[in-house]
């Protein structure tokens, strides 16, 4: 499986202003997956970024809130903007990591950006 | 609307007792379900993917089961290590190509 790194590791931010997140994966990848994991809550896709093309984004998000890049096949970042403490999550990305026997990719997860907003 | 909801919330067991975990899953046409263990502070790591029913996966002292309406994560014997949150995920053809609903996941505390 891919290594992912994640920056920063956590964070702790101001109402008010925005924080970009890079994923960075040691091997080239066609699918980034953007996901929030609220304090108690399960993981909630937020995005699926393609290089090359705009990315995909889930019911309840938007690109404005929540801009993404993904210049080439192993980088990609997330942008959490204008921030309020309902943002405080942990952001997680993964990437496809191949199939094994099946007709669809295991997913596997860096380790994480944890964000408090105060 | 695909739908997974796992059991216990929390379960703690003593070192050396077995037990399972479960995952209820509802979702057209399943195309895999996937197992997770994360430890706190970090991602979820890996454990198993599942295609179809009566497929079965072991990895040392997990072993994943899975029939048309539920998974189960049996451990056998666990050790204090094997604590850590256990999530389950699918992957429905009604979902899109890649979107994975998770649980909210077991919280496992295995003492010594």
């Known amino acids: 499986s891919a290594v992912i790194s994640q920056k920063p590791s956590r964070d702790i931010c101001q109402r008010g202003t925005s924080l970009t997140i890079q994923c960075q994966v040691d091997s080239q990848v066609t699918m980034m997956f953007w996901y929030r994991q609220q304090p108690g809550q399960s993981l909630t896709l937020i995005a699926t970024?393609?290089?090359?093309?705009?990315?995909?984004?889930e019911s309840g998000f938007v690109i404005d809130k929540f801009p993404i890049s993904r210049p080439n096949l192993t980088f990609s970042t997330l942008t959490v903007s204008n921030m309020s403490p309902e943002d405080s999550s942990i952001y997680l990305c993964?990437?496809?990591?191949?199939?094994?026997?099946?007709?669809?990719?295991?997913?596997?997860f860096g380790p994480g950006t944890r964000l408090t907003v105060l | 609307e695909d739908q997974v909801t796992q059991s216990p919330e929390a379960l703690r067991l003593q070192e050396g007792e077995s037990s399972s975990l479960n995952c209820s899953y509802t979702?057209?046409?399943?195309?895999?379900l996937f197992w997770y263990r994360q430890d706190p502070g970090k991602g979820p790591e890996f454990l198993f993917t599942?295609?179809?029913a009566g497929e079965e996966k072991e990895k040392e002292r997990l072993k994943a089961t899975l029939t048309k309406k539920e998974s189960f994560l049996h451990i056998t014997a666990p050790k204090p290590e094997d604590s850590a949150t256990y999530l389950c995920?699918?992957?429905?053809?009604?979902?899109?190509?890649?979107?994975?609903?998770f649980g909210t996941g077991t919280r496992l505390k295995v003492l010594a």
């Open positions: 979702v057209s046409g399943l195309r895999g």
């Open positions: 599942l295609y179809s």
């Open positions: 970024a393609n290089q090359g093309s705009e990315a995909t984004y």
């Open positions: 993964s990437v496809e990591g191949g199939r094994a026997g099946g007709n669809t990719d295991t997913q596997y």
């Open positions: 995920a699918v992957q429905g053809s009604s979902s899109g190509t890649y979107k994975y609903i």
